[in-house]
């Protein structure tokens, strides 16, 4: 496989697709075009402690951007949602603002004037 066969997502991410069974290995390195020694170091490194290290790195660095990826997603997604719902209710709710300060105006004017008078 190429690096042109690779799938990526928009952002250039790899797009996993046929996963394949640790168990499995020494079939596909049985059938591809390599010699017995490029066999030998092949099976001799997935073996070795350094490369699992390796990948188990590899592991945890791609789920933590993928998890990083999708709350940023999910944020900027949020933002917008709440955005949109602040901008169609501003009317509604400077009106109704607006009601509440008109009904309660008779009450703050005669504390005013109490206030004013006791002065």
């Known amino acids: 496989m190429s690096k042109s066969d690779i799938k990526t997502d928009e952002d250039g991410i790899p797009i996993l697709e046929d996963i394949i069974d640790p168990e499995e290995q020494d079939d596909i390195l049985s059938t591809t075009d390599l010699d017995k020694l490029d066999r030998a170091i092949v099976r001799r490194l997935l073996k070795d402690e350094t490369v699992d290290q390796l990948l188990d790195d590899m592991t945890d660095d791609l789920q933590s951007?993928?998890?990083?990826?999708?709350?940023?997603?999910?944020?900027?997604e949020i933002q917008t949602i709440l955005q949109e719902a602040a901008k169609r209710s501003a009317p509604k709710l400077a009106q109704d603002i607006r009601n509440q300060l008109r009904m309660a105006l008779p009450d703050l004017l005669i504390?005013?004037?109490r206030r004013a008078r006791s002065d």
Do not use: N, R
């Not at 951007?65 to 900027?76: H, M, N, R, Y």
């Open 65 to 76: 951007l993928v998890t990083w990826k999708i709350q940023e997603f999910l944020k900027e």
């Open 111 to 113: 504390e005013a004037i």
